[in-house]
């Protein structure tokens, strides 16, 4: 059954046993909310207590922002509520509590963080807290490396990649990030203004070369369980608690990833705040206390740790930040910290800035060594 708001009544009667969140008898108040492009949330809370309330979330048997002609297989949920529970076993609290998951039904049942904003929003008014860099840092530091090839038994990885084996969104990554925007494809946009910078892009045989190699290394390197999607607007912050949502393109793979998407986006408020260098300031900062508490997580869980395991991380995450800048720009998924701009002056210098930044950082990813030498680019 398709969830909608006229049938989810009578879902969560027959669900009741299994959420164990409301009475049989509690009236509800249901209301959709969130706008993923994949997915349908809703929040459903007790009429008389509004504080009593969860979140479901429903994966559509397609792409909702698009429609029942371009199916999706419903099984993204499943890695996402795979991808919850070894995230609350790893470091508790980092992401929402997991009610209910009804594979059947391709239904999560989750906690409900209604007072938390966006971390996206939070930068795009200038709000930079680096607890937030720091707790992102140690999320991905922890996840990253107590499920590390090199870390644990080899019967463990083996089920890391049984479990993790979100092929069907990973293929979709890899053509959305690292293939379609330097081709012409009908998903991509621009701003007018940045077509000659587009071209010189797609003619850059240079950086196209590094493209296809970093697609390479994302489609086969399997070295940790990888959020896949982790941008600013994959986190929400309340009272200086971040939790990362979301997790439907986990996957076994390279562990840079995660790493590169959040720092990319980071950038792109960094070119968004051209004009307000005490923000950009904090930005850098935050970048830079991502990677420190990120490694010193790493460097934790393994004493006997290669120092070019870290370094190879370094160099796929800035290779990936790269490509994840661009593709924000001339692709399919643009972000509201440089669309919401309205000055198209502005917007056009902002935007040709963080092209040729991101431009930079795939040609160079290899020959970057510490984060110190990339914020010495800004």
């Not at 009804?102 to 807290?129: H, K, N, P, T, Y």
């Not at 940045?194 to 892009?201: I, K, T, Y």
């Not at 390279?254 to 408020?269: E, K, M, Q, T």
């Not at 001339?330 to 002056?345: N, Q």
Request: proline letters at 3%.
């Amino acid at each position: 059954m398709e969830l909608n708001l006229a049938t989810l009544p009578d879902y969560l009667h027959r669900r009741h046993e299994e959420i164990r969140i409301f009475e049989p008898e509690t009236q509800l108040r249901i209301e959709e909310i969130g706008d993923g492009n994949l997915n349908t949330v809703y929040r459903v809370s007790d009429a008389a207590r509004p504080e009593r309330s969860l979140v479901l979330k429903h994966a559509p048997p397609y792409i909702k922002i698009l429609g029942p002609d371009y199916p999706l297989s419903t099984e993204r949920l499943t890695y996402e509520s795979r991808a919850l529970e070894i995230y609350n076993q790893l470091v508790s609290g980092t992401v929402p509590a997991q009610y209910d998951f009804d594979e059947e039904g391709s239904v999560i049942a989750m906690e409900d963080l209604r007072d938390a904003s966006v971390l996206r929003d939070d930068l795009i008014s200038g709000s930079v807290d680096t607890a937030v860099a720091e707790q992102i840092g140690r999320f991905m530091g922890i996840v990253h490396s107590q499920t590390y090839v090199d870390n644990v038994p080899e019967t463990t990885a083996q089920h890391y990649r049984q479990q993790f084996a979100n092929t069907t969104m990973q293929s979709i990554t890899a053509d959305y990030v690292f293939t379609f925007p330097f081709t012409e494809h009908e998903t991509n946009f621009w701003t007018p203004g940045l077509e000659p910078d587009v071209q010189q892009l797609k003619a850059d045989t240079g950086f196209l070369q590094q493209a296809v190699h970093l697609k390479h290394i994302f489609l086969t390197a399997q070295q940790g369980i990888t959020h896949g999607d982790l941008h600013t607007g994959s986190v929400l912050v309340q009272d200086n608690t971040a939790k990362v949502i979301d997790a439907e393109f986990a996957f076994y793979g390279p562990v840079g990833f995660d790493i590169g998407l959040y720092w990319a986006n980071y950038f792109l408020s960094f070119f968004s705040h051209q004009d307000t260098s005490h923000v950009q300031s904090e930005l850098k900062t935050a970048i830079v206390q991502t990677w420190h508490t990120y490694t010193a997580e790493f460097k934790l869980a393994d004493s006997g740790l290669k120092a070019e395991t870290l370094e190879n991380i370094f160099h796929d995450a800035i290779g990936f930040a790269g490509l994840e800048m661009l593709r924000r720009l001339i692709g399919a998924a643009h972000v509201k910290d440089i669309e919401s701009i309205v000055d198209l002056s502005r917007k056009i210098s902002v935007e040709k800035a963080a092209l040729q930044f991101g431009t930079t950082l795939v040609k160079q990813h290899q020959s970057l060594h510490d984060i110190a030498a990339v914020i010495a680019m800004l």
